[in-house]
C-alpha cells in the first residue's frame, strides 16, 4: 500500500507523470472546466474537499516552480488568497526553491487552463479560488 500522503489514485497518476512546466489548475466548485482537459472531480459537498487542503496535499507530492493566480482571487477573497500564498512560501522553505508567482485576470485564467494536463475540481465555494501549478523539477 502506498506509504505518502496522497492515495487518490487519479492524483497520483496525474504527479508521477508530469514533465517540467506541465500544468494542473486546482479549482473551486464553480470554474468551468474545458470539455478536452481531464476532470478529477472531488468535489463532495460545499467545502469538501477545501481548496486550502487540496493544495496543501499537492504541494507535499509535487514540486512546483510557479503558479497562475486569477487577480480578482485577492480582491474578493483576500483571506483565501493569504491561505494560498502562506501555503506557497511555506513550500519554499520547505524545498528551498523559490516559487514564481503570476497575476491575470480571471478571464485569463479560464483560457489558461485549456493547457492544463488536469483540472482538480474541489468543493470550495469562495469565489476565484483557483490556481494552476507549473511542474518544477526536484533537482
Do not use: W
Not at 60 to 71: L, T
Not at 89 to 109: D, L, M, Q, W
Request: proline letters at 4%.
Amino acid at each position: 500500500m502506498k506509504k505518502s500522503t496522497l492515495i487518490n489514485s487519479d492524483l497520483s497518476y496525474l504527479v508521477a507523470t508530469l514533465g517540467h512546466t506541465d500544468e494542473i489548475t486546482i479549482c473551486d466548485a464553480g470554474l468551468p472546466i474545458p470539455d478536452h482537459v481531464r476532470r478529477i472531480d472531488l468535489a463532495l459537498t460545499h467545502g469538501v474537499p477545501s481548496f486550502a487542503q487540496t493544495v496543501k496535499t499537492m504541494l507535499d507530492e509535487s514540486q512546483i516552480e510557479g503558479v497562475v493566480i486569477a487577480e480578482e482571487f485577492a480582491q474578493v477573497s483576500p483571506e483565501h488568497h493569504a491561505v494560498l500564498i502562506d501555503q506557497l512560501k511555506t513550500e519554499e522553505a520547505r524545498c528551498g526553491k523559490t516559487i514564481a508567482i503570476n497575476y491575470v485576470s480571471h478571464e485569463e485564467f479560464k483560457q489558461r487552463t485549456n493547457e492544463s494536463r488536469a483540472v482538480i475540481r474541489t468543493g470550495e465555494c469562495t469565489p476565484y479560488a483557483n490556481v494552476i501549478f507549473q511542474a518544477g523539477v526536484t533537482f
